[in-house]
Nanobody, 124 residues
Framework: QVQLVESGGGLVQAGGSLRLSCADS????????MGWFRQAPGKEREFVAT????????HYADSVKGRFTISRDNGKNTVYLQMTNVKPEDTAVYYC?????????????????WGQGTQVTVSS
């Protein structure tokens, strides 16, 4: 059973940095594509970043391109989201998701497992 546990959220000032982590204990982690999504109050969940099983292919939402970096360490069964130059509009609950396919995707319906989320708050 895949269980995704996010960590690393918190309060950060605008312009600062934060690194989110998402860990899974199953041995199949290294054949799953992974993604990060976020949901702000009163808004729908939106795509942030995705990475394929090998880490060789990544995609980003236009709103975070050049500021956020997704990466993974299959030896540690962990995917990361490095957030830099954060803005107040980045405030949201961030969710990690796993897909039982090798290829990355930006579509939330194509993910099979979701974490509980971690709150990120950016103060101005």
């Amino acid at each position: 059973q895949v269980q995704l546990v996010e960590s690393g959220g918190g309060l950060v000032q605008a312009g600062g940095s934060l690194r989110l982590s998402c860990a899974d204990s199953t041995r199949t982690f290294n054949i799953y594509a992974m993604g990060w999504f976020r949901q702000a109050p009163g808004k729908e969940r939106e795509f942030v970043a995705t990475i394929d099983w090998s880490g060789g292919t990544t995609h980003y939402a236009d709103s975070v391109k050049g500021r956020f970096t997704i990466s993974r360490d299959n030896g540690k069964n962990t995917v990361y989201l490095q957030m830099t130059n954060v803005k107040p509009e980045d405030t949201a609950v961030y969710y990690c998701a796993a897909r039982r396919r090798l290829g990355a995707t930006m579509k939330p319906v194509e993910y099979d497992y979701w974490g509980q989320g971690t709150q990120v708050t950016v103060s101005s």
